[in-house]
């Protein structure tokens, strides 16, 4: 997935002596490795060229998950140029690779490792580990592969808006908030394989089913984080489905229902406003999803209940 932190970028590369071989800098939302990866996943390798001549094209790009001595391609999506000298390239991780089992008796250590080649000069192997899942809600920030009869999710107003949608694929904001007992669709990236099983670089034809059962938690907070799942007081539940979106590569959506708010709720307001304590709401609702391997959340508006303290 590509969420530019050039920042981080910046930083990795004033660490660098100017090379004759691509680096690989880092993957994601993680600077620096080791990155923790899942069957399927989609993620952005940041890759500084060194001395090779930029712009590339996808064709002069391949990327390898390497596993116990075998090596499996990776497929490059897309290839784009960060900052200069810097390639963010959009892989998939290969749903063959084998997993590591954290919360099994015995621990399964691994060595997995991979590797991006840039006009046939490849970087250094990083390590990597995978797991069942590594779930990443997606937001507009980030990219997505469609086929060519799949329908993209409408953008929100704010820098990097959670893809969470009502049922006419709109996205919920603070003018077009949720409302109690709504199902929603979150859109995610990273949660394994489905059943039937998916195959890697190719888009569904059909929306499957995970093959790992997700928690799902609701925290109806103030631009509150993700929390992992059971730890809020505010209950534990599974989602309505979490599975494969037809006609996109390595994307999956998270179907919930809207609980109760409670009768205090503060209502969300537009992201051009600040309220006058200085703090803009940009959400009232946290919702978390996750399994023993990793969690991610993102936060939505909801509509106070009619009658409420915050309602007219």
Not at 37 to 56: N, R
Not at 135 to 151: E, K, N, Q, W, Y
Request: hydrophobic share 45%; glycine share 8%; aromatic share 6%.
């Amino acid at each position: 997935m590509r969420q530019l932190f050039f920042s981080l970028l910046l930083s990795g590369l004033a660490c660098l002596a100017q090379s004759s071989s691509p680096v690989l800098l880092s993957a994601g939302n993680v600077n620096p490795f080791p990155l923790s990866v899942a069957p399927g996943q989609v993620l952005t390798l940041f890759v500084e060229t060194g001395t090779i001549v930029v712009p590339v094209t996808p064709s002069d790009v391949s990327a390898v998950f390497s596993m116990g001595g075998t090596n499996q391609p990776m497929p490059v999506l897309q290839v784009g140029q960060a900052i200069p000298q810097v390639l963010a390239v959009t892989v998939q991780v290969p749903f063959g690779i084998t997993v590591s089992c954290a919360p099994c008796a015995t621990a399964i250590v691994i060595a997995e490792s991979i590797a991006v080649s840039v006009n046939g000069t490849a970087t250094t192997n990083v390590m990597v580990q995978a797991f069942q899942d590594q779930v990443h809600f997606l937001t507009s920030c980030d990219v997505i592969m469609a086929g060519p009869s799949a329908r993209l999710p409408v953008n929100g107003g704010l820098p990097c808006t959670p893809i969470v949608t009502h049922a006419n694929g709109t996205t919920v904001s603070a003018l077009a908030p949720a409302t109690a007992g709504e199902e929603l669709v979150a859109y995610a990236t990273g949660l394994g394989q489905t059943n039937p099983a998916l195959t890697t670089g190719q888009p569904p034809a059909a929306s499957s089913p995970t093959l790992t059962t997700f928690n799902i938690d609701f925290n109806y907070r103030v631009n509150a984080l993700a929390t992992e799942p059971g730890t809020v007081d505010s209950g534990n539940a599974t989602p309505v489905f979490t599975g494969a979106t037809e006609g996109y590569v390595g994307l999956y959506q998270i179907n919930f229902i809207v609980p109760p708010p409670p009768p205090s709720l503060t209502p969300c307001v537009d992201f051009a406003a600040v309220t006058t304590a200085g703090i803009a709401v940009q959400s009232n609702l946290t919702v978390s999803v996750g399994s023993p391997f990793s969690f991610d959340g993102a936060g939505i508006c909801v509509r106070p209940t009619v009658g409420s303290d915050n309602t007219e």
